[in-house]
């Protein structure tokens, strides 16, 4: 897992729109796209529900989240 890979993660969570993220990473959407299916795979599953009109952190990811905050 890499550093980037997490800041892009928390934009498209932050953002629910991947080209979004992308632009606040400064970065293109399919380098973020590539580097968080990258993430997906390390981790051994998908972090979101790609689906229209945005996309959904998935529901076990965002209460691990809370969890490490608390």
Same mark, same amino acid.
């Given at each position: 897992m890499e550093?980037? *890979? @997490?800041r892009y993660f928390l934009?498209? @969570?932050s953002?629910?729109?991947f080209t979004k993220a992308a632009e606040k990473c400064n970065v293109? *959407?399919?380098s973020l796209t /590539?580097?968080?299916k990258q993430l997906e795979d390390e981790l %051994? %599953?998908?972090l979101f /529900? /790609?689906?229209r009109p945005a996309p959904s952190p998935r529901r076990r990811l965002v209460a691990g989240?809370? %969890?490490a905050h608390t």
């Open positions: 550093m980037h *890979q @997490v934009a498209t @969570v953002e629910l729109n293109t *959407q399919p /590539r580097a968080i %051994g %599953g998908d /529900r /790609r689906e989240l809370k %969890g």
